[in-house]
């Protein structure tokens, strides 16, 4: 039986913690490293493939924007389309009853990218939806209503 471990180590800059598989000895090991899903953000929209491989995934948020920009990813439930529930995104509806739950929630400044990650094991057949929330003042629409939402199918 292989020796394998998984202990937390830092990434290059102190701060994303990410689970690196080390195995001992000469058999080889199970435990593949997260695939790593890049999201930019620009001024309103964001650039993410439509089609992801599962599983374990390290996800990063760039903001190529002028102004400050969330990712806030949710898994769908199942059977629920990402043009549903944007419509009842973009309406200020709750997202409660149409998704599993957030997966979590980047904030970066622009021309920056997120000093985290986050970690999750994408699951295939399932849909992700993201969107940004944020606005640029009190009078304006959120940046939701103006093209900030994508999602992306598991495969
Ligand atoms: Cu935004």
């Given at each position: 039986m292989p020796r394998c471990s998984v202990s937390p180590t830092y990434d290059h800059n102190y701060s994303a913690l990410a689970a690196v598989a080390v195995c001992l000895g000469?058999?080889?090991?199970?435990?593949?490293?997260?695939?790593e899903l890049q999201i930019v953000g620009?001024?309103?929209?964001?650039?993410?493939?439509?089609?992801?491989?599962g599983g374990p995934a390290t996800i990063r948020f760039t903001n190529n924007g002028k102004v400050p920009h969330e990712m806030a990813l949710g898994r769908l439930r199942l059977g629920m389309t990402a043009d549903s529930v944007m419509a009842r995104l973009t309406q200020g509806r709750d997202p409660a009853d149409v998704t599993d739950g957030v997966v979590g929630i980047l904030i970066v400044e622009p021309a920056q990218t997120s000093i985290g990650a986050l970690q999750t094991d994408l699951l295939a057949g399932r849909t992700y939806v993201m969107?940004?929330?944020?606005?640029?003042?009190?009078?304006?629409?959120?940046?939701?209503?103006?093209?900030?939402?994508?999602?992306?199918?598991?495969?």
């Amino acid at each position: 039986m292989p020796r394998c471990s998984v202990s937390p180590t830092y990434d290059h800059n102190y701060s994303a913690l990410a689970a690196v598989a080390v195995c001992l000895g000469t058999l080889s090991c199970q435990a593949a490293p997260p695939r790593e899903l890049q999201i930019v953000g620009t001024d309103y929209a964001f650039a993410v493939p439509t089609k992801v491989q599962g599983g374990p995934a390290t996800i990063r948020f760039t903001n190529n924007g002028k102004v400050p920009h969330e990712m806030a990813l949710g898994r769908l439930r199942l059977g629920m389309t990402a043009d549903s529930v944007m419509a009842r995104l973009t309406q200020g509806r709750d997202p409660a009853d149409v998704t599993d739950g957030v997966v979590g929630i980047l904030i970066v400044e622009p021309a920056q990218t997120s000093i985290g990650a986050l970690q999750t094991d994408l699951l295939a057949g399932r849909t992700y939806v993201m969107i940004c929330q944020f606005r640029d003042a009190d009078s304006l629409p959120p940046h939701i209503a103006m093209g900030m939402q994508a999602s992306f199918t598991v495969e």
